[in-house]
């Protein structure tokens, strides 16, 4: 199960995900490059050791405000 706990939303125009990389034990985002979600980059390490589920996003200006637990 490596994408758990997952939040989409629209951020700055372009689809993003939030989500609990449970055979890694993080939490990540990740936003498409593009509006239509063809073009992904890399996800960011928001999390480790545990902490991330449930994860929870607003959109923010041109970013993302997420929520989550942190064991």
């Not at 939490?27 to 980059?41: F, Q, V």
């Amino acid at each position: 199960n490596a994408g758990q706990w997952t939040s989409l939303k629209i951020i700055n125009g372009n689809p993003a995900i939030s989500y609990y990389d449970a055979g890694n034990v993080r939490l990540k985002y990740i936003r498409a490059n593009d509006a239509t979600g063809t073009a992904w980059g890399s996800p960011a390490v928001l999390a480790s050791d545990g902490a991330g589920r449930f994860s929870s996003m607003i959109p923010m200006g041109t970013g993302a405000g997420i929520a989550y637990q942190n064991s």
